[in-house]
């Protein structure tokens, strides 16, 4: 996943989601809205002049319920994991995290293209982390190939290692379509127990590493940190 040709310059999702306000062009909206507006003869301009004009606060009382609509506040959610991967593979990046949120329950998760756009590159990478419990290192013929993957893969273990509640988080996988050899594994990821789709002990291996009592522990440590953030942006 290069820099300069990333998916995420071509906004494929966002982790936020808002609610689309579309507006009716249609043909027959203009029409109904223009015999509505012929309507008003003169016989209802009369009826008008002889209603009692309602009171000045009343109608001030109406507007401001109109002025003031409701806003969505939407939380930032935690992630149970983020799939780091090659530009290449993000449908098989799609399906591992369908496979591991729709068979074995672990969810909520993302993938890196799903990362917000609009943002540097590293901006999202720290987010993407930080903001997960474990971090997924898809690892495909294509993930070599990639100076940005090996960036991504180098800095995750950075992180597991320089931070001690993400020790372990950092998780290598080899998915069923176009794995990346082993003896062509990088010598850093090849000291870490890597996730064997095609082995037969794969759902041990994901129910031994992705237990709830670490999410929950990484889960805390991360609110704790954005309130002293915000606190601190507030002071």
């Known amino acids: 996943m290069g820099i300069g040709k990333s998916k995420i310059d071509s906004c494929p999702l ?4 808002g609610k689309s306000h579309s507006v009716d062009t249609s043909q027959g909206h203009y029409e109904s809205a223009s015999k509505n507006s012929e309507g008003v003869s003169l016989c209802e301009v009369a009826e008008r002049g002889k209603t009692t004009e309602e009171p000045p606060g009343r ?14 506040v939407e939380e930032e959610v935690f992630l149970k994991f983020v799939i780091l991967h090659a530009e290449d593979d993000t449908e098989e990046a ?3 995290q369908n496979l591991l949120q729709n068979d074995f329950g672990i969810k909520p998760g993302i993938i890196f293209a799903e990362m917000p756009c609009g943002r540097q590159h590293l901006q999202n990478l720290d987010d993407a982390v930080n903001g997960s ?5 898809l690892l495909t013929e294509n993930f ?10 180098y800095t995750s ?3 597991s290692v320089n ?3 993400k020790y372990n988080s950092v998780i290598p996988m080899r998915p069923l379509n176009n794995p990346l050899p082993r003896e062509r594994t990088p010598f850093a990821l090849q000291t ?3 996730l064997e789709e095609e082995s037969r002990g794969f759902p041990t291996q994901v129910e031994r590493i992705f237990q709830e009592s670490v999410y929950k522990t990484q889960q805390t440590i991360w609110k704790e940190t954005r309130n002293v953030v915000q606190r601190q942006f507030s002071a």
């Open 133 to 137: 419990a474990w971090t997924i290192l």
């Open 94 to 96: 799609l399906r591992v």
């Open 163 to 165: 931070r001690q509640h």
């Open 157 to 159: 273990l950075m992180n």
């Open 14 to 17: 966002s982790l936020s989601w």
């Open 59 to 72: 109608r001030e009382g109406a507007e401001r319920v109109t002025e003031t609509p409701e806003e969505d």
């Open 144 to 153: 070599l190939r990639d100076t940005w993957c090996n960036f991504q893969f």
């Open 192 to 194: 870490i127990n890597a």
